[in-house]
């Protein structure tokens, strides 16, 4: 069974840096795009950023230029370098990934349980 795991989170100052990482585990073929997803207070889930397989990435406009995504397909894992953090910041990170666990299955997407990033003024 696969798992996506999230660390990393916690309380920080607005201006300083967080780094997030998520590893997938369990019975694993091949990932396509890992994301990290955040949902804040009363908020829909919005998607922060994206990386495929390949290394191409995607960025929401209102992180770009502050967050960096990164994964290292050796260990399955996505990271996250979140610098300049605003209060807006503040929320749970979700990590999602589009995953086969076999090479004649379907690619689902599973997600993690989140992480609470805290982003003080």
């Known amino acids: 069974q696969v798992q996506l795991v999230e660390s990393g989170g916690g309380l920080v100052q607005a201006g300083g840096s967080l780094r997030l990482s998520c590893a997938a585990s369990?019975?694993?073929?091949?990932?396509?795009?890992m994301s990290w997803f955040r949902q804040a207070p009363g908020k829909q889930r919005e998607l922060v950023a994206g990386?495929?397989?390949?290394?191409?990435?995607n960025y929401a406009n209102s992180v770009k230029g502050r967050f960096t995504i990164s994964r290292d397909n050796a260990k399955n894992t996505v990271y996250l370098q979140m610098n300049s953090l605003r209060p807006e910041d503040t929320a749970v990170y979700y990590c999602?990934?589009?995953?086969?666990?076999?090479?004649?299955?379907?690619?689902?997407?599973?997600w993690g349980k989140g992480t609470l990033v805290t982003v003080s003024s």
């Open positions: 999602n990934a589009a995953i086969r666990e076999t090479p004649s299955d379907y690619t689902r997407d599973y």
């Open positions: 990386i495929i397989s390949g290394g191409s990435t």
């Open positions: 369990g019975n694993i073929f091949s990932i396509n795009i």
